[in-house]
């Protein structure tokens, strides 16, 4: 049977098995999908024995998606833009590295939430692995121009010469938030909500009708929906639809056919209240 794998840690709390395991089972496709707990000093390792063992397809999570960046033999566009990977796909005895957190985003938003992000004046808060992951897609998708906020400034900085879109990205300071204007779409994409950090965002931000997106869903997002919707968001989006997207997304390149989301997502949803957060 092919074998698949999430490569990551923590993975206790990890949804991926469970909505892998459902996609494969829905389409009818044989395949094992485990857990693999590694941390940076022993991805690399990890992750050869796996394919050792024959390894067909593997996910990266947290911390090891800019890692997983540098082991790849080859890369898709998407990977390359981002500089960061979730998605392994063998090729020959190595790894294509692929990133489906944009794609599955931007599914999301456009596809579950009917929002459309043409034109929307962006903040992205953050500049870690997950803001690399999702920015490109967005500024594929047709936002207008994108606002690149971090707590450390060059991180900010090194975002935006990545995106290379001169003119229609920049960074500001953490400082200069209260000074920015306002959004019709903010993405929160800080990990301070998985370490018990709490931001201090100025309601000035939300334009009318803003759409606000946390990467994280469950508790690590809490605190930053509950902010947008105190702003007067429209909409204020957890990260647990764009986790199946984009294990849909990831599942397609493996097996070649895309598996229907709603059943699972909503499976998922119902169930939210009592899940931990996480991937
Ligand atoms: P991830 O893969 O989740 O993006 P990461 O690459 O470690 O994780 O990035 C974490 C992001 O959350 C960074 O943008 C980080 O800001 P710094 O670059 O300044 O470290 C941001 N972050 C974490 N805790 C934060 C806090 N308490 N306030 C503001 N930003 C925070």
């Excluded at 992750?47 to 996910?59: K, S, T």
């Excluded at 959004?183 to 939300?206: C, D, M, N, Q």
Aim: charged letters at 25%.
């Amino acid at each position: 049977m092919s074998q698949f794998a999430l490569f990551g840690h923590p993975l206790a709390h990890s949804l991926s098995p469970r909505i892998h395991r459902a996609f494969a089972r829905d389409l009818g496709i044989a395949m094992e999908y485990r857990t693999i707990e590694a941390t940076a000093e022993n991805f690399a390792e990890r992750l050869a024995e796996f394919a050792r063992a024959g390894g067909a397809g593997g996910n990266v999570t947290l911390p090891l998606k800019e890692l997983a960046f540098g082991l790849c033999d080859a890369l898709s566009p998407m990977a390359q833009r981002a500089q960061a990977v979730n998605t392994l796909v063998r090729s020959g005895s190595g790894w294509l590295g692929d990133n489906t957190d944009g794609s599955g985003l931007v599914r999301d938003l456009s596809d579950r939430h009917r929002i459309d992000l043409r034109g929307r004046r962006t903040l992205l808060i953050g500049a870690g692995g997950a803001a690399r992951g999702v920015a490109p897609a967005l500024l594929d998708a047709g936002i207008d121009k994108l606002v690149v906020v971090n707590r450390t400034a060059e991180r900010a900085d090194q975002l935006v010469d990545l995106l290379d879109a001169p003119g229609r990205v920049g960074s500001r300071y953490w400082e200069d938030l209260p000074a920015l204007g306002d959004f019709e779409l903010i993405v929160h994409a800080t990990s301070a909500g998985r370490t018990g950090g709490k931001l201090e965002l100025p309601f000035g931000l939300a334009a009318p009708r803003m759409v606000a997106v946390d990467l994280n869903y469950g508790e690590a997002a809490a605190g930053f929906l509950a902010w947008a919707r105190a702003a007067g968001a429209e909409a204020a989006i957890d990260g647990l639809g764009m986790l199946v997207e984009q294990a849909a997304d990831a599942f397609e390149r493996w097996h070649g056919r895309r598996p229907d989301t709603e059943a699972v997502h909503d499976a998922l949803r119902a169930e939210l209240a009592h899940l931990p957060s996480g991937d």
